[in-house]
C-alpha cells in the first residue's frame, strides 16, 4: 500500500478537505475520538476501465478517527456510484458501492513508523491523513475484474449477437450439423429435387 510521506505528499496534503483529514483537534491522548462525516467530489474516476467510480462523482465519508499510542486509526465507510459496462452483453450500468475502512496511519517517529517500509503503512504528514490512497486501494480490491448488469446476465446470443435478456425464451437459430451440410447441398442440387420444382410449376 503507497504511504503518504516525502515532499510530494507534503504539497498535496495542505488543508482539510476532500480526502485530506486534519487531526490536530484529536489530539494525541490515547482514546480521543473524532467523528467526520464529509462529500468528496472525484475529480478523476477511481477505479477500472469496465467499471469505476466515476470523475465528478459525489463520494460520502463516514469516518471515525481515534488516536492509538502508534498513530491515528481510521474506520468507517466511503460510498458512491459505480459506472460500468457489462463484460456479458456489453450494456452500460449503474449501481452503488460501499467500501468498509480501517487503516492505521502512524505518527511520525512512532516505534510503528520507525521498523516498517514505506509501502507497508500509511503515516501522518504534518497532523494531516491523506485517505485518497486508502479509497483507491479497497475499491481496486472491491470491484469486479469481469463487472456483470445483474449476476444471471444471460450475455449475447452466439450465433447473432443480439442480448438474450431482450431475445426472449424462444430464441433460437437452426444450425445445420456441418457433417450433413453436403448432403444438404446436394439433395438442393438433384435432378429429382430439380423434377419436383418443375411439377409443381
Same mark, same amino acid.
Given at each position: 500500500?503507497?504511504?503518504?510521506?516525502?515532499?510530494?505528499?507534503?504539497?498535496?496534503?495542505?488543508?482539510?478537505?476532500?480526502?485530506?483529514?486534519?487531526?490536530?483537534?484529536?489530539?494525541?491522548?490515547?482514546?480521543?475520538?473524532?467523528? %467526520?462525516?464529509?462529500?468528496? +467530489?472525484?475529480? @478523476?474516476?477511481? #477505479? =477500472?476501465? /469496465?467499471?469505476?467510480? $466515476?470523475?465528478?462523482?459525489?463520494?460520502?465519508?463516514?469516518?471515525?478517527?481515534?488516536?492509538?499510542?502508534?498513530?491515528?486509526?481510521?474506520?468507517?465507510?466511503?460510498?458512491?456510484?459505480?459506472?460500468?459496462?457489462?463484460?456479458?452483453?456489453?450494456?452500460?450500468?449503474?449501481?452503488?458501492?460501499?467500501?468498509?475502512?480501517?487503516?492505521?496511519?502512524?505518527?511520525?517517529?512512532?516505534?510503528?513508523?520507525?521498523?516498517?517500509?514505506?509501502?507497508?503503512?500509511?503515516?501522518?504528514?504534518?497532523?494531516? %491523513?491523506?485517505?485518497?490512497? +486508502?479509497?483507491? @486501494?479497497?475499491? #481496486? =480490491?472491491? /470491484?469486479?475484474?469481469? $463487472?456483470?448488469?445483474?449476476?444471471?446476465?444471460?450475455?449475447?446470443?452466439?450465433?447473432?449477437?443480439?442480448?438474450?435478456?431482450?431475445?426472449?425464451?424462444?430464441?433460437?437459430?437452426?444450425?445445420?450439423?456441418?457433417?450433413?451440410?453436403?448432403?444438404?447441398?446436394?439433395?438442393?442440387?438433384?435432378?429429382?429435387?430439380?423434377?419436383?420444382?418443375?411439377?409443381?410449376?
Amino acid at each position: 500500500m503507497p504511504a503518504a510521506t516525502g515532499s510530494g505528499s507534503r504539497r498535496r496534503t495542505q488543508t482539510d478537505a476532500g480526502f485530506v483529514l486534519d487531526t490536530r483537534s484529536l489530539g494525541r491522548a490515547p482514546g480521543s475520538r473524532r467523528e %467526520i462525516q464529509r462529500t468528496v +467530489v472525484l475529480p @478523476d474516476k477511481i #477505479g =477500472l476501465d /469496465l467499471v469505476n467510480i $466515476p470523475a465528478g462523482a459525489e463520494v460520502r465519508l463516514d469516518l471515525t478517527l481515534q488516536a492509538v499510542s502508534e498513530g491515528v486509526l481510521v474506520t468507517g465507510t466511503a460510498s458512491g456510484p459505480i459506472a460500468g459496462e457489462c463484460s456479458r452483453c456489453l450494456e452500460q450500468f449503474t449501481d452503488h458501492l460501499e467500501l468498509e475502512l480501517t487503516e492505521l496511519f502512524a505518527y511520525p517517529n512512532s516505534a510503528t513508523e520507525q521498523t516498517t517500509e514505506e509501502d507497508e503503512i500509511y503515516r501522518l504528514v504534518d497532523d494531516l %491523513i491523506d485517505l485518497e490512497p +486508502v479509497v483507491v @486501494d479497497a475499491a #481496486g =480490491l472491491e /470491484l469486479p475484474l469481469q $463487472p456483470l448488469c445483474e449476476p444471471d446476465c444471460a450475455g449475447l446470443c452466439p450465433e447473432c449477437g443480439v442480448r438474450m435478456a431482450i431475445a426472449g425464451s424462444d430464441h433460437s437459430h437452426e444450425i445445420l450439423d456441418p457433417r450433413w451440410a453436403g448432403l444438404a447441398n446436394f439433395a438442393a442440387d438433384s435432378p429429382a429435387s430439380a423434377s419436383g420444382d418443375a411439377a409443381a410449376e
